[in-house]
């Protein structure tokens, strides 16, 4: 699931959007309720599941998508619906330096480095969740391969970056990014994204102050140099 949202959430394209076409789609649908069960019914999650899986088969072209996703981010940071977590709830230029050091430092833990090809910065909303598949990957592997031990590192670092980033900052953007995408896709995409998280924080147990929107940064990153947002780190671009 993280990886599907991580790649709807790019600027879309065929290769971004080949996960909605598995065939497995469906069965997936079906095993990714059974992870709350005892927790949840799973029946909204499902719903908004199907319904993001109907939008997109039915009438979701990718010009089409190109034209609504660049109308709801525009071409620069937006202000509205930033993609990007250091837009909310920072003060200043210096304490967005110091989450995008934070970000980079989770992902260099596990032996994440920069990519040549598909550059973006670290707390673009596509980043973390490929992340977070990342250390599912990483633990399902680690159950198989390696024991408890490894197994709970992985999990003490999924809840410990829901914590203190996804969870803080995602369930708003979700609901922006939604109301500036009205209808269509993308408003079935932030719905999805919303119960999905709110499931994934009950799973974990993890509570966190969530970022308002009277949190949302209006001074946009881009007026501070770009050296200054990446000094936390080498570059900020996707991960490898």
Not at 161 to 174: Q, R, T, Y
Request: proline content about 2%; charged content about 30%; glycine content about 4%.
């Amino acid at each position: 699931m993280y990886q599907i949202l991580s790649a709807c959430f790019l600027y879309p394209t065929e290769q971004n959007l080949e996960v909605l076409k598995n065939p497995d789609f469906q069965e997936h649908s079906k095993n990714l309720v059974r992870c709350y069960e005892g927790l949840d019914s799973g029946e909204e999650l499902k719903r908004c599941l199907d319904e993001v899986h109907k939008v997109y088969n039915n009438n979701a072209s990718v010009e089409t998508l190109r034209r609504t996703y660049s109308r709801i981010v525009g071409h620069t940071i937006s202000k509205e619906c930033p993609l990007y977590e250091t837009q909310y709830g920072a003060a200043h230029v210096f304490q967005q330096v110091h989450e995008l050091g934070d970000i980079q430092g989770f992902y260099k833990a596990f032996g994440l480095d920069v990519s040549d090809t598909e550059k973006e910065r670290c707390d673009h909303i596509s980043v973390e969740l490929e992340f977070m598949h990342f250390l599912l990957y990483k633990q399902a592997y680690a159950l198989e391969n390696h024991g408890d031990e490894k197994v709970q590192v992985c999990m003490d670092a999924q809840r410990k970056f829901m914590k203190e980033h996804i969870g803080k900052w995602v369930p708003l953007f979700a609901v922006l990014f939604g109301r500036k995408a009205e209808e269509g896709f993308y408003c079935a995409l932030s719905a999805l994204t919303k119960e999905f998280l709110r499931l994934e924080m009950k799973l974990m147990d993890v509570n966190t102050e969530m970022f308002k929107e009277s949190d949302l940064t209006q001074e946009m990153v881009a007026g501070a140099p770009d050296e200054c947002l990446s000094c936390a780190s080498s570059e900020d671009v996707e991960l490898e």
